[in-house]
């Protein structure tokens, strides 16, 4: 157990929906990170916030969104969703550090859209 | 910007024979490398890092990676295979200056009895 938590584990969903997925980080974490995961694309790396606060941006596109709340959990928001937005969802965590510490994962949101 | 190439999507292996998954990186200061290792159905865990302390580093589960700054690589290995060592396995790069994690495509291992 790597101390991050994820919900929910799966999501059906219809296309043109809209989800919130959930991310409570290890204690003491203050980076979230948000990865995607799909066969055609592999990890894709999405957003992370830092206390609070976007740090970076990488692949997300402008139909999702993310924050991060004061209690440092965050959450993916995903709207007008698509077939092709089904994959594996996975949020992680680092404590504060200038990049020499891993991140910790979660064990995934598995989104299926049809 | 930082970004990770891993040469090979799918590595087979016989059982016990030598496993080595490469990864090359690019980064414009001193990096930081890790290995994960995703198992079927679950989310990605720490195989080993390099943080410069030592250029041969050694991880779980009997795997190593040595980082070769001439050749911008960090490859990993693993003397025997064991069935159990089958899953997909990131290299992921990281700088000094924010705490952003850039993974690989993955290399899915396959363990041949």
């Known amino acids: 157990d790597s101390g991050v938590t994820q919900t929910p584990k799966h999501l059906i969903t219809a296309t043109g929906q809209r989800v919130t997925l959930r991310c409570s980080p290890r204690?003491?974490?203050?980076?979230v990170y948000w990865y995607q995961q799909s066969l055609d694309q592999g990890l894709q790396f999405l957003i992370q916030?830092?206390?609070?606060?976007?740090?970076a941006k990488g692949n997300i596109l402008e139909r999702f969104s993310a924050q991060q709340f004061p209690d440092l959990h965050s959450e993916l928001n995903l709207s007008s969703l698509e077939l092709g937005d089904s994959a594996l969802y996975f949020c992680a965590s680092s404590p504060p550090s200038r990049g020499n510490t891993e991140a910790f994962f979660g064990q995934g949101t598995r989104l299926t859209v049809v | 910007a930082q970004s990770v190439t891993q040469l090979g999507s799918h590595v087979s292996v016989s059982e016990g024979a030598l496993v080595l998954l490469r990864c090359n990186y690019s980064s414009s200061v001193p990096p930081y490398l890790f290995w994960y290792v995703q198992y079927p159905n679950q989310g990605l865990q720490l195989l080993l890092k390099?943080?410069?302390?030592?250029?041969l580093v050694k991880g779980i589960n009997g795997f190593e990676a040595e980082f070769k700054k001439s050749e911008t690589s960090f490859h990993l290995t693993k003397p025997s295979a064991h069935m159990r060592d089958a899953a997909e396995y990131f290299c992921?790069?990281?700088?000094?200056?924010?705490?952003?994690?850039?993974f690989g495509k993955g290399t899915r291992l396959h363990i041949l009895p």
């Open positions: 390099y943080t410069s302390a030592a250029t």
């Open positions: 916030y830092y206390n609070g606060e976007e740090r």
């Open positions: 204690s003491g974490d203050l980076s």
């Open positions: 992921a790069v990281s700088e000094n200056r924010d705490d952003k994690i850039i």
